[in-house]
């Protein structure tokens, strides 16, 4: 990459790439709308409005989009490894059970001990579950992206057990654990502040929106300012080099997954500590691969995690009430959306580049090529 | 009812469940011997039953609606190619997003479109795939052994059973017995190669990716114009990545897809039979682990514990011409 003549213009590109790439999404998402026989216009009227419009909006928004960060940290460190982990739905489905576990045995601790003890657990128990697709990458040689995606399976399989077989309450016939004691819950974010005198509309949004803040600011200093952080960029971008500096990519292989895996768990905390306060199937509902979507727009930074999530989750928030004003357009739509935008930003990413980058170098005097490292996947 | 009836009944869903998974086996093998992974068998196959479903609702005939599955299907392998051969995607994301994307529409135009909550209007029996009946089944069925297995395990399925089967032996002619079979795959481990014999490897390779929409609108079509009467959301419920993993077990080869879609075809009609019934020994076995089995199969394959899977060299990279 060439920092020469082209830092303003290489600024330019990845802030315009992505920009131009949900524009082209969101104009064939609007054809979809017409479609259906709707204003496209009214539509994002009406998703704005309900993403943003009013508090409790505004608290369903965040609420979702601590499940976006969580997942596009994940994908985004494994990323910058060169890996391509689309396990996040089973890793934090899995890191669920982890959450379940802590809530319900644990709960004898007062809340500031039991909710480290939660994070830890949703952490390890999606670290676990993403090990074996790390290791196997490592030493087998397996193809990350099918291993996980079989993990992703074979996780739905083991909690539906778990939960219709050892979880559910005895006399219980619904497929879910036992509710949470009062006292063992993440607190929301509107009481948190109502303790301090300050009112706040009801929503789900609780304090793992917090951690999640907190994961984006260990995420960058680990991946910008450590050396690990170094040694995983570095095998991301060139393995061989990797080799030459004396780092085991093998190790650093699990390491990235351990951490992405970690940070799936993440997804469990919100949703099944901080709103269901019960261990529920499938409750990860496709977040995870959301995630990917915003790692891949927000270019593996935080900040551009951060950014991207806070998109998607009033995407969601203001789907729901798009789908509630207007029947003819379901909640589908939102996914479709989702779908409009990963393959836009995900799989179309060069679609406006070449462009892009002939007109902001055409005064430049030397010819800039801006290539970022893509993880064979 | 004797034990052979049960086994012949248990073989005979084990089929019905095989053909959506071995016409979308195949269709992934087209496309990944020819170096474009494709995760999104899932999606086409939706997006396949769905306009299926749809097109024999209205127009009340089966091959119009098998027409249509195959026409969206195509048009969905040819984005993931616009994407992935074209502008040299990720085709992992590209994939992933196909099945997203499809989830999504079939979902919302089946609910504006028919107003059932995203189902298809239950179609009439002239609008799907019946069961035919093959000579001599009637009379064969009186006989033994041999004259049962024609009567009630080879005869009595709808065409697109029969035409999943053909589809076996025909791509393995094509793939090792023709000019475009030995390009293909020769495209999928070293396109450079083919490139310097002077042809396209962009032309190669959506050819493959059209031979695999092909299919998966067959593999669409059967999910909802003969296993089902009519368009369900979501009901190709993982087939798509049950589909890849036959392929990975098979190693790519077409032969041996038909062997591992029978396989994990056999082991879904075991789940459904041995629901709650105890096995000798074992005691009950879950649902859930029979479910699981596949897939743990195949990681365990994947990990060269038991033979080695080695996709197509060429997989996954876009090809630059004159590349480093």
């Known amino acids: ?377 | 009812m004797g034990e052979f009836g049960i086994i012949l009944q248990v073989l005979d869903s084990a089929i019905r469940l095989a053909v959506p998974l071995l016409f979308a086996c195949l269709a992934g093998l087209y496309s990944e011997r020819s170096g474009i992974f494709d995760i999104g068998l899932e999606g086409k196959m939706l997006g396949a039953a769905f306009a299926a479903g749809a097109t024999a609702a209205v127009t009340e005939s089966a091959w119009i609606g098998l027409l249509a599955a195959i026409a969206v299907s195509v048009a969905l392998a040819l984005l993931h190619g616009f994407a992935c051969i074209t502008h040299r995607g990720n085709q992992i994301v590209s994939g992933l997003a196909i099945n997203i994307l499809a989830a999504g529409l079939t979902a919302l135009l089946g609910a504006t479109w028919f107003h059932q909550g995203g189902q298809t209007p239950q179609l009439v029996d002239t609008a799907r795939f019946r069961e035919l009946v093959l000579p001599f089944a009637d009379w064969a069925s009186a006989l033994p052994a041999v004259g049962r297995v024609y009567a009630e395990l080879v005869s009595g399925h709808n065409v697109l059973v029969y035409l999943a089967f053909l589809a076996v032996p025909l791509t393995w002619w094509v793939l090792y017995r023709t000019r475009f079979g030995l390009r293909l795959r020769a495209v999928g481990e070293n396109p450079a190669a083919v490139d310097t014999a002077g042809i396209s490897v962009t032309w190669l390779r959506y050819r493959a990716v059209i031979c695999c929409g092909l299919l998966c609108g067959f593999a669409g079509a059967y999910l909802s114009l003969a296993q089902s009467a009519g368009f369900i959301r979501d009901m190709t419920a993982g087939k798509g990545f049950i589909a890849l993993a036959a392929l990975i077990f098979a190693k790519w080869r077409p032969v041996q897809a038909l062997g591992a879609c029978f396989l994990f075809g056999l082991l879904d009609a075991m789940a459904i039979r041995l629901q709650g019934v105890p096995v000798p020994v074992i005691g009950i076995v879950p649902v859930q682990f029979m479910q699981a089995v596949p897939y743990v199969l195949t990681v365990i394959l994947l990990a060269g514990f038991v033979g080695r899977a080695v996709p197509p060299k060429a997989g996954g990279v876009p090809y630059v011409k004159e590349g480093r």
């Open chain 1, 1 to 377: 990459m060439s920092a020469r003549a082209g830092t303003l213009t290489h600024w330019a590109i990845t802030l315009l790439v992505p920009v131009f790439n949900l524009v082209a999404a969101l104009v064939v998402s609007g054809l979809v709308v017409l479609v259906i026989g709707e204003n496209p216009l009214e539509v994002v009227q009406l998703l704005v409005w309900g993403a943003f419009g009013y508090g409790e909006g505004v608290g369903y928004t965040l609420f979702y989009t601590t499940n976006f960060i969580f997942s596009g940290l994940a994908f985004a460190v494994a990323y910058h490894a060169g890996l391509f982990n689309i396990g996040a739905e089973g890793q934090a489905y899995l890191g669920g059970l982890g959450v379940a576990l802590a809530c319900l045995y644990l709960d004898f601790l007062p809340l500031p001990l039991l909710i480290p003890a939660a994070i830890a657990a949703s952490a390890l128990f999606g670290a676990a579950w993403a090990f074996v697709p790390g290791w196997l990458q490592a030493h087998r040689g397996s193809h990350i992206v099918i291993t996980t995606i079989m993990f992703n399976f074979i996780a739905a399989s083991v909690m539906v057990y778990l939960l219709v077989n050892v979880m559910a309450p005895p006399g219980s016939m619904q497929p879910e654990s036992a509710t949470f004691a009062e006292t063992a819950r993440m607190p929301f974010i509107h009481e948190m502040l109502g303790g301090l005198g300050i009112e706040l509309s009801r929503s789900p949004l609780n304090m793992s929106f917090l951690w999640a803040l907190a994961c984006c600011v260990l995420v960058w200093l680990l991946i910008w300012h450590t050396p690990l952080g170094y040694a995983l960029r570095t095998v991301g971008t060139s393995p061989q080099a990797a080799v030459y500096a004396g780092m085991s990519p093998k190790r650093l292989t699990v390491i990235a997954m351990l951490i992405s895996g970690a940070l799936a768990g993440g997804m469990a905390l919100n949703e099944i500590m901080g709103s269901q306060h019960r261990l529920i199937l499938e409750f990860t509902s496709g977040y995870g691969f959301v995630g990917i979507a915003v790692a891949l727009m927000g270019r593996s930074h935080p900040v551009g995690i951060c950014l991207a999530a806070l998109l998607f989750g009033a995407l969601y928030q203001g789907g729901a009430e798009l789908a509630f004003e207007k029947p003819k357009i379901t909640r589908d739509m939102v996914i479709v959306i989702q779908g409009l935008i990963i393959f836009f930003a995900g799989a179309m990413e060069h679609l406006f580049r070449p462009q892009l980058e002939a007109l902001l170098t055409r005064k430049a005097a030397s010819p800039v090529t801006v290539e970022e490292g893509q993880p064979s996947g």
